[in-house]
T-cell receptor
Framework: AQSVTQPDIHITVSEGASLELRCNYSYGATPYLFWYVQSPGQGLQLLLKYFSGDTLVQGIKGFEAEFKRSQSSFNLRKPSVHWSDAAEYFCAVGGTGGSYIPTFGRGTSLIVHP | NAGVTQTPKFQVLKTGQSMTLQCAQDMNHNSMYWYRQDPGMGLRLIYYSASEGTTDKGEVPNGYNVSRLNKREFSLRLESAAPSQTSVYFC???????????????FGPGTRLLVL
């Protein structure tokens, strides 16, 4: 069965600092990987996704993520965080062969200090 | 284009009461999903509908029923609410069932349910 681990429950950064949110997955074949963002009181919105090709994926709002098969990781990065980036971030993994629907991690809450 | 809409936004129930959460999408998507979100648990899939006329259980289906009323609407029913069902419920849709992987899910704003 597929699974996702987001090791950090909370991350605090200063505005303008760089950001990296960690995601490790478990899946037997090539995974489909997603990052979603949830602003307070809102539903989830897709930031980016990976399912083939270039392992560095660009998303919306200046985010990027890198797929590293050897480390089973799909970490989310942003070079300079804005106060509006404060939100909950979810990593998800899906695939074929009966594991179609993505499984979500527990989320990482990003706090941005001015 | 409203995307995915959910009603109600908030609801308070007493133990044993029943209610139906409504979800509709206007994107002509084939697949729809119901999730619950609990603190520290992420999103857990309750039920899904790969296409109109089909529904299947997800990870946590006990205590819930669903109806895919038509292509647009997918409702979630709690027949006898329990305090353990206090949660935030999200409906989502995707253009296709992610059988080939990579389908983006579009989420509604959620329904916050408190069961006393």
């Amino acid at each position: 069965a597929q699974s996702v681990t987001q090791p950090d429950i909370h991350i605090t950064v200063s505005e303008g600092a760089s950001l990296e949110l960690r995601c490790n997955y478990s899946y037997g074949a090539t995974p489909y990987l997603f990052w979603y963002v949830q602003s307070p009181g809102q539903g989830l919105q897709l930031l980016l996704k990976y399912f083939s090709g270039d392992t560095l994926v660009q998303g919306i709002k200046g985010f990027e993520a890198e797929f590293k098969r050897s480390q089973s990781s799909f970490n989310l990065r942003k070079p300079s965080v804005h106060w509006s980036d404060a939100a909950e971030y979810f990593c998800a993994v899906g695939g074929t062969g009966g594991s179609y629907i993505p499984t979500f991690g527990r989320g990482t809450s990003l706090i941005v200090h001015p | 284009n409203a995307g995915v809409t959910q009603t109600p936004k908030f609801q308070v129930l007493k133990t044993g009461q029943s209610m139906t959460l409504q979800c509709a999408q206007d994107m002509n998507h084939n697949s729809m999903y119901w999730y619950r979100q609990d603190p520290g648990m992420g999103l857990r899939l309750i039920y899904y509908s790969a296409s109109e006329g089909t529904t299947d259980k997800g990870e946590v289906p006990n205590g819930y029923n669903v109806s895919r009323l038509n292509k647009r609407e997918f409702s979630l029913r709690l027949e006898s609410a329990a305090p353990s069902q206090t949660s935030v419920y999200f409906c989502a849709s995707s253009e296709k069932f992610p059988g080939l992987g990579g389908e983006t899910q579009y989420f509604g704003p959620g329904t916050r349910l408190l069961v006393l």
